[in-house]
């Protein structure tokens, strides 16, 4: 009876804080026990631009190729006006194929001519929009998506949703925004509700964002991290760092962290534990994508009950590389 009313408190919380959507699909492990997340990212539509054409069959072949139970898109789908054509073209496969999808955006999606809430506004009624709104916090995007067991309808895994914004407008900051302190507040708050309501045990999570937090770059520096993919640049991460990372680490939940932004890495590095990933750019020849192998998706397997997971990188040429199993693959990790 505790645990129900616990439960019972927690939905009225996510109900009074997020715009919730008038037919939300229902994400739910399958009864094999397993769920199947596609992550697009940095897709960089131009309307009217061939090269947009190649971002487009990419999307087409990785899921006809994967399957999957849902598509995340991890931001900077928008490159060109009309933004609301650029979005439907971006989102059209997921729909065309009934899938359930989620979005973030990027620092690039409201620089043309809509802004983030009309852009939120322009997909909220498609059909397996998966997408919300957490009203009061720095953001459009930032919402949980409860998995619920292939049997029932209790909670077995939770991804965080979070909107990274734009630029900075701190004087002397110059860069990107990142995720804000209000939204890691959020993110604990939530993240301890779910594990009262679990009876104190953490609920496997994962989250995705565009712009990677500076944790990416201490990792990828550090050379006794384990680095798995494809690493040609720095990582462009906030200009200041906000504590999202170390929060993760208290409450004990996300167990990886996916990201865009950075069009010429798809790599993956444990550190600390928690496993920071890129995905694959999905984007055609609209903007920087030098990336060797060309665009692509990167797929991630969950197993129902366990705290581990399996993901790889699906290729536009259907190759499939950098499959990493989460955490056998990797030694503990131990400071040095």
């Known amino acids: 009876m505790k645990k129900i009313i616990e439960l019972f408190f927690l939905c009225c919380a996510m109900a009074n804080s997020i715009t919730m959507l008038a037919q939300q699909p229902d994400l739910r492990f399958r009864s094999d026990k397993k769920f199947k997340i596609v ?13 947009s054409e190649d971002a487009y069959a990419c999307m087409n072949a ?12 991890t931001g900077d789908l928008v490159y060109g006006k009309p933004a609301a054509e650029a979005l439907q073209r971006c989102l059209k496969p997921a729909v065309d194929r009934k899938i359930p999808f989620a979005v973030t955006w990027g620092n690039h999606d409201d620089e043309q001519d809509l802004n983030r809430q ?12 998966c997408t919300a709104r957490t009203e009061g916090l720095t953001g459009i995007t930032n919402y949980i998506l409860p998995l619920k067991s292939s049997a029932g309808n209790t909670t077995s895994f ?36 779910y594990t009262k309501a679990n009876g104190g045990t953490p609920y496997p ?15 990828a520096q550090n050379e006794n991290t384990s680095l798995t993919g494809t690493r040609k640049e720095r990582a462009c991460s906030s200009s200041l760092n906000y504590g999202l990372f170390a929060s993760m680490l ?8 996916f990201v865009g932004h950075d069009h010429i890495n798809d790599y993956a590095a444990n550190w600390k534990n928690i496993l920071l990933c890129y995905g694959r750019f999905t984007g055609g020849d609209t903007v920087y994508c030098n990336i ?17 997971f399996t993901t790889w990188i699906r290729l536009h040429d259907g190759k499939v ?14 400071s040095k």
Request: glycine share 8%; with cysteine; proline share 9%.
């Open 205 to 219: 999570a994962m989250a995705f964002f565009h712009i990677p937090f500076p944790e990416y770059n201490e990792a």
């Open 118 to 129: 009309a852009l939120f506004d322009e997909i909220k009624d498609l059909p397996g929009n």
């Open 39 to 51: 992550q697009f990212t940095d897709i960089h539509w131009v309307p009217g631009n061939p090269a």
């Open 158 to 193: 939770l991804l965080y949703v979070f909107d990274s914004n734009a630029y900075t407008q701190l004087p002397n900051a110059k860069g990107y925004a990142g995720i804000q302190p209000d939204q890691v507040q959020w993110y604990i708050e939530r993240s301890k509700a």
């Open 292 to 308: 060797p192998g060309g665009n692509g998706a990167r797929v991630i397997e969950l197993t129902e009950g366990v705290r581990s």
């Open 321 to 334: 590389i950098h499959r990493i199993n989460y955490p056998e693959d990797y030694a503990p990790y131990k």
């Open 250 to 257: 208290q409450c004990g939940d996300v167990m990886a962290t």
């Open 62 to 73: 990785v899921l006809d190729a994967e399957k999957p139970d849902l598509v995340v898109y």
